[in-house]
């Protein structure tokens, strides 16, 4: 990959260890809005290295937000993120672009465009003035795309296929950017929870390769069950961080999305399993059938 | 360093057809090929300059080069005095009597570098302008500045009674002006495509109230000239077009190829592009930069032709069945269709201007485009 990774530069911003030593990805004292206005206020966050680290939360609460801002898409208000311990701003972008990749909440493709074009653009911070396509772009788009099951697509237009297939062409594209770190803004949106699953199967798959992978996802159960590292956020602040056996309760989710509920293991994996309070008809109806 | 590899390492150019193994259910269309020059030894992965290229692009750059040629052949040959293709030839390269020589060195070839520098011009600012505004649409004519500059040219022709070139200097600015008009109104929090064009059609509209009332204020004499200058024209278009046209081509064209790659990621979005690593805005204004610059030289040269910088785009992307900006194709398809459009307007006995000709064409275009747009559902 690119030769600088993990540069070990002791920036004297006086944090903690815990912010840049262990964590290539982390944001501290983050300030995000729109028109000035903050969305986010004075928020701390890191990534575990080596994480699968999902993030939760009501709609508009500022995940993507966040998710933007991880990415140096979005310029904080205030605060900094780093990556590798330098301050991902003052970064040149294709540099960051090496080692950070961003799929973004329901991105839209050219009219006309084939998968196989669609995912080779993922190549573009690879690339450069001479060098416009390589062996390794060629490598790393074939591999993209046979780990996603695309290659049978390459010559379809995206415009004709379903959305889980498309789905998986975007993170093709993803993929073929050959990042360390993957930030995902709703992989699963418009998918049938058959494909929901294979999607987050191929995360699961990604992560074991040793891929860091954050992603934001609106199915707790889901969540519950791939995350090793759950954020759950409440108006632009963070309301829980960690495992989610131990911060997924039914405080929590009350609290966080405003919904009473039960939360109990998952019969399949242990995990917690978030089930909803039912009002009173729909019960009685459930009991008396 | 560079020059070093350069000059030890051997040509490899590879030729691979498909980079995946072919679909199962459709037939595998042409595939890019990868080109390799200057892989080291026992280092694959490794070489100086490497990039793919589409055979299909190939096969078109190809024909659009052969109908260039005909049609160049057509237009030098045919005219009030004919001269045999033979003899066309002949001449072009240096032989051939004087009467020929003089009609095609001194007349007809000036014109036709004028049309196929012009065309070059408006299709590959075209193709720039549709890849920002990601809009079929999106091309001079209608964003407005055909008419900011048709407005700098019919206040020198009116007001001023200025000079050829001075119309030519007053329709380049009355552009730039309404381009940077319509950028700045359309900017907020960036400039996002269909806000271009809205505001871009909307100065328009107002410019075309202007560009009316200064033609009534105007004297006959004035009128009928500006109204020969708003059509577009390359009556009478001698040597002293073609060079400052070829020099802007020689700059933009490169740079348009330049950022030609960088576009096709941004079509993808802003904050998947910025994902990518572009740098979305410096990419943007540099693009429309050189989008407007084209379009100011082809003004200069030939006056507003519309439709050129329309379509060019929307038939190159046809023709290589490629999405992105496919600027080179574009500049290609558009000097084939501007020479062939004067090339039509010659054969009217009374000397049509190639606009009009252009014009036909792209009112039926534009039909067509907008129908297909509304079957789709766009707005
Ligand atoms: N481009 C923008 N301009 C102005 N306000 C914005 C913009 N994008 C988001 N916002 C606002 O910021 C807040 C947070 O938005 P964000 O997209 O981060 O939410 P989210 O948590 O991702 O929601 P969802 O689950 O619906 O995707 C919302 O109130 C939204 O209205
Ligand atoms: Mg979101």
């Known amino acids: ?289 | 360093m560079r020059a070093r590899i350069g000059m030890s390492a051997r040509i490899d150019m590879r030729a691979r057809i498909s980079t995946v193994p072919a679909g199962s259910g459709r037939a595998a269309r042409l595939r890019p090929v990868t080109v390799r020059i200057g892989a080291k030894r026992g280092r694959p992965g490794r070489s100086v300059i490497s990039f793919r290229l589409s055979l299909r692009a190939c096969l078109v750059i190809a024909a659009l080069v052969a109908a260039g040629l005909v049609i160049s052949a057509l237009t030098l040959s045919t005219g009030s005095y004919h001269v045999p293709l033979s003899d066309v030839v002949r001449t072009v390269f240096g032989d051939g009597s004087t009467l020929d020589r003089f009609i095609i060195t001194r007349l007809r070839e000036p014109r036709l570098l004028t049309a196929l520098a012009v065309g070059a011009a408006l299709g590959a600012g075209g193709a720039l302008f549709q890849s920002v505004s990601r809009n079929p649409l999106g091309s001079p004519d209608i964003i407005g500045f055909d008419t900011g500059a048709a407005t700098g040219a019919l206040i020198v022709i009116t007001l001023i009674h200025g000079t050829a070139a001075q119309t030519a200097a007053g329709a380049v600015l009355g552009g730039l002006a309404t381009a940077a008009a319509v950028y700045f109104l359309a900017m907020r929090h960036g400039v996002h495509g269909y806000r271009l064009i809205l505001v871009g059609i909307g100065v328009g509209a107002l410019l075309s109230a202007v560009n009316g009332y200064l033609l009534i204020r105007a004297s006959e004499n004035d009128a009928q000239s500006a109204a020969l200058w708003l059509i577009g024209s390359l009556n009478g278009r001698g040597w002293d077009y073609v060079g400052p046209e070829a020099l802007a081509l020689a700059v933009l064209l490169p740079a348009a190829w330049w950022i030609s790659r960088a576009l096709g990621v941004l079509e993808l979005g802003d904050d998947l592009s910025r994902g990518l690593g572009l740098r979305v805005e410096w990419l943007r204004g540099t693009a429309l930069l050189v989008g407007v610059a084209l379009a100011a030289s082809a003004t200069a040269a030939a006056g507003p032709v519309g439709f050129v910088a329309l379509s060019a785009p929307q038939i190159a992307r046809r023709l290589t069945a490629t999405a992105g900006p496919n600027t080179l194709t574009s500049a290609l398809a558009g000097a084939v269709l501007l020479a062939g459009s004067d090339l039509a307007a010659q054969q009217f006995p009374t000397g049509l201007p190639v606009g009009v000709v252009t014009a036909v064409l792209g009112g039926l275009y534009l039909a067509w485009l907008l129908s297909r747009e509304w079957r789709k559902g766009r707005p």
């Not at chain 1, 290539?24 to 004075?42: F, Q």
């Open chain 1, 1 to 289: 990959m690119s030769p600088d990774t993990n540069t070990d530069t002791s920036t004297s911003t006086g944090m903690g260890t815990d912010s840049t030593d262990r964590h290539r990805l982390s944001a501290r004292n983050l300030t995000v809005g729109y028109h000035g206005k903050p969305v986010i206020d004075e928020l701390d966050v890191h990534i575990p290295d080596g994480s699968f680290t999902v993030i939760v939360g009501a709609n508009g609460c500022g995940k993507s937000t966040l998710l933007r801002t991880l990415a140096r898409v979005l310029s904080p208000l205030r605060g900094t993120v780093f990556l590798d311990g330098e301050p991902i701003h003052a970064l040149p972008p294709k540099q960051v672009a090496r080692r950070l990749g961003l799929l973004p909440q329901g991105p839209v493709a050219p009219d006309g465009i084939t998968v196989l074009d669609l995912v080779a653009r993922g190549r573009h911070p690879h690339q450069n003035l001479l060098s416009r396509w390589s062996e390794a772009d060629e490598r790393a788009v074939r591999d993209a795309m046979a780990a996603t099951d695309t290659t049978e697509l390459a010559d379809a237009y995206l415009d004709e296929l379903s959305g889980g297939q498309r789905q998986r062409v975007w993170l093709a594209m993803a993929l073929a950017q050959e990042t360390g770190i993957l930030l995902l803004d709703e992989p699963t949106t418009f998918l049938d929870l058959a494909h929901q699953v294979e999607v987050l199967n191929l995360c699961a798959r990604l992560h074991a390769a040793g891929r860091t992978l954050v992603a934001v996802l609106h199915d707790l159960n889901l969540a519950c069950r791939y995350a090793d590292h759950l954020i759950a956020m409440r108006d632009g602040a963070i309301a829980a961080v960690g495992r989610p056996g131990e911060v997924v309760t039914p405080e929590l989710i009350e609290d966080v999305f405003g919904l009473p509920c039960r939360v109990i293991d998952d019969p399949e994996t242990g995990t917690p399993l978030v089930i909803p309070l039912a009002p009173n008809p729909l019960r009685q109806e459930a009991s008396s059938s």
